[in-house]
């Protein structure tokens, strides 16, 4: 078995596609598709069903995604390792975050390329539970994500932030300032992240608490069509305050916090708890200690 051919079956699954996989590999479609074959002629098992395109895996080509990804993702880690003892790191730093922490993304990348001008940092927006298949997986270096509410299981945490709720709508819309009440707010024509969205299933348990129960007019997946629907006028959202400094100077945004006490949640770095820990898992922890402290 050879890991070219893993990398071939790896990027299919990404992909989904021959000839996206095969330009990511650098290779030709014939050149990818021989790998696959010779892959499966060498386990005796067919992964990938196909007929002229991608069709889908086979349930053992399901089986095996996850352990080729390790295999390739400790493969990495182990050239990296070797690579740090003789020089500076150097290469992509592959970074998730949930929507709620795209605010952090900037300070922590800021940091970590200043202690580590040789890396180039990747940044994916992904779902809370896609972070704990990345990490586990071992195709993602780092995450930030939620640490109290469905934290990740089997990883290092550094805590970055503390997270509480605005309500943003338009500033002729309502008043800045005051305090909104949340039954006011289910009220509202919201637009909110949707269901499978974590922030979102933290808001519906918030309002569940009070006894109310909302059905947003619209649903998206990033904070900046939301934000996009509020300025058009009709809608209203409520989104974390970490977004706050990166609304500052909009003139058309009126921005409220949402009344009661409430616990802060927690956002912050994690990485997998494995050993040995990979040097690009290691930089992440020690920039992000740097910034907690």
């Not at 790998?35 to 992964?47: F, I």
């Not at 975050?97 to 940092?121: E, T």
């Not at 503390?162 to 289910?186: H, I, K, N, P, S």
């Not at 069509?225 to 500052?248: C, E, H, K």
């Amino acid at each position: 078995m050879q890991l070219r051919h893993l990398r071939y079956f790896v990027a299919l699954a990404h992909h989904r596609h021959f000839a996206r996989a095969a330009a990511e590999c650098g290779v030709s479609q014939p050149t990818l598709s021989a790998g696959l074959a010779a892959l499966e002629q060498d386990l005796g098992k067919r992964l990938v069903e196909r007929d002229r395109r991608f069709i889908g895996l086979t349930p053992q080509g399901q089986a095996m995604l996850p352990w080729a990804q390790q295999i390739l993702g400790a493969m990495g880690s182990m050239a990296q390792a070797v690579a740090a003892i003789a020089a500076p790191l150097a290469g992509p730093f592959r970074l998730a975050a949930i929507p709620a922490a795209l605010p952090l993304v900037g300070r922590f990348g800021d940091a970590l390329l200043h202690r580590h001008p040789g890396l180039h940092l990747m940044v994916h927006q992904a779902t809370s539970r896609a972070i704990e298949q990345d990490l586990q997986a071992l195709s993602c270096d780092a995450g930030l994500t939620y640490l109290d509410h469905e934290p990740p299981a089997h990883v290092v945490a550094v805590p970055l932030a503390q997270e509480r709720y605005l309500f943003v709508t338009r500033r002729d819309g309502g008043d800045c300032g005051a305090a909104m009440d949340w039954a006011q707010a289910a009220a509202m024509p919201l637009c909110l992240l949707h269901e499978g969205m974590q922030y979102r299933r933290i808001l519906d348990a918030q309002f569940a608490a009070r006894g109310l129960a909302v059905t947003p007019r619209a649903v998206a997946d990033s904070y900046v069509a939301l934000l996009s629907m509020v300025q058009a006028g009709r809608f209203a959202t409520i989104i974390p305050d970490g977004y706050a400094a990166l609304l500052t100077g909009l003139d058309w945004a009126a921005i409220r916090p949402m009344a009661g006490v409430e616990t802060a949640r927690r956002l912050g770095l994690v990485v997998l708890d494995r050993q040995p820990i990979g040097p690009l898992a290691l930089a992440a922890l020690d920039v992000a200690r740097g910034l907690a402290a």
